[in-house]
């Protein structure tokens, strides 16, 4: 099938979004994914196919994730392929959230036994101080929740932040290891960077353990650091930069996207707000998230591709989860501007195998990516969660659409 651009912007209907998920599947099921992993491999992938057999009752799709979960397992299950990366984390967490789903079992005891791997995993990131969403031990909690009880792993995590952490009076900040700028920064991106700290407590203290006093002196931290370095807005475009460096503010303009810049510091200060019932924080976060939905120009924030990561189906989810939170009608329209201009964007691209990841041109320019948080499966994700509500819970990967709250 190809699909016909009109100058018009189409509001999608249900037939076009199944027409668009459907081109998907036909597309990958005729270009196998190679790759292993989860953001961009086989495990990730699975859960576009096993979510579209949840929707469709299509059953190549749960054949075609069964086996990109096979394959998967078989490479982890060299010990040498295991060790070497958070690939084997992200697979554990896949299994256990299609657990969830009642999709797939699993053979518990053999589970049980990779704990002490994770545990070892936990303990190297502890030592470069790697809490990073992604490859670090942030990501990794969302593994370990499956393993431990929650005093136990609110009281791992509690000492790691404590550990780790800079104070200043009633300011609470965590430093990154920046490979770009071969620096220490701070990093206020949701993918790598302190948001995803804030969110991550934010989970933790809803466990609602003897902690809580110490984990909301953290996010009280957390977020007046936020506070001391908001930008003006009207000024520069956005509240937060994506680096500050420790000497000097920075007083940079962030893109609009789920990796970095304003939606996920204003979501961490607005969830705080609500957990510390805090007015002055739910304020803050408030307009930060006002100005982040009126923020309509794809190319003033960058807006390049149609991905999870920094692309416009990453605002889609977004949009639609703070408008859960607030039922504040603007991010409704905002996710479904968002979701009108993907619709949109794909049919001008012709075909699915026209739909590009974006990538600086230097590292060799827009690419085709199959993968979930750069690809088509990460966007018919999205689009499978627009069609059915209840389509959404993978978002847990992303600190959206947390359960515990």
Known sequence: ?????????????????????????????NNPIETTG?????????????YDFLYSGDEKSFLVGSNYLENEMSFLNNSQNRNKSNDFQWFLWTLFHLKKKSIVELDENKINSYQYLLQDQFKTNSSERNYDLLHGNIGLGLVLENFMSRKAITDQYVTFFLQTCKTE??????EYKDSVRKSISYNIGLAHGM?????????????????????????????????????????????????????????????????????GVGLSILKSGILLKNK?????????????????DPASNFIKDFSICHGSSGLIIFF??????TNDIIFKEAADYWFAFTINEIIKCGNIEKV????????????LSKGFLLGLSGIGLVLLSRLDGRLNNWEECLLLNDKTL
């Open 1 to 29: 099938m190809e699909f016909y651009y009109s100058r018009q912007m189409l509001v999608p209907n249900q037939f076009i979004v199944r027409e668009i998920i459907l081109e998907i599947k036909k597309f990958i099921f």
């Open 38 to 50: 989860f953001f961009n491999g086989k495990s990730g992938a699975s859960l576009f196919f096993f």
């Open 169 to 174: 009076g009633n300011i609470y900040k965590w």
């Open 195 to 263: 948001p995803s700290i804030i969110l991550y407590l934010i989970k933790l203290a809803n466990f609602q353990t003897d902690n809580n006093d110490i984990i909301c002196r953290l996010i009280e931290g957390g977020v007046n650091y936020f506070i001391e370095i908001m930008q003006n807005a009207s000024l520069i475009g956005s509240f937060f930069p994506n680096f500050v460096t420790p000497n000097s503010k920075s007083t940079e303009y962030s893109r609009l996207a789920w990796c970095y810049g304003d939606l």
């Open 280 to 296: 002055h924080y739910i304020e803050i976060g408030h307009r930060v998230l006002i100005n982040c939905a009126q923020r309509r």
């Open 320 to 325: 639609d989860e703070i408008f859960l939170m």
């Open 356 to 367: 590009y990841a974006w990538k600086h041109e230097i590292d060799g320019g827009p690419y």
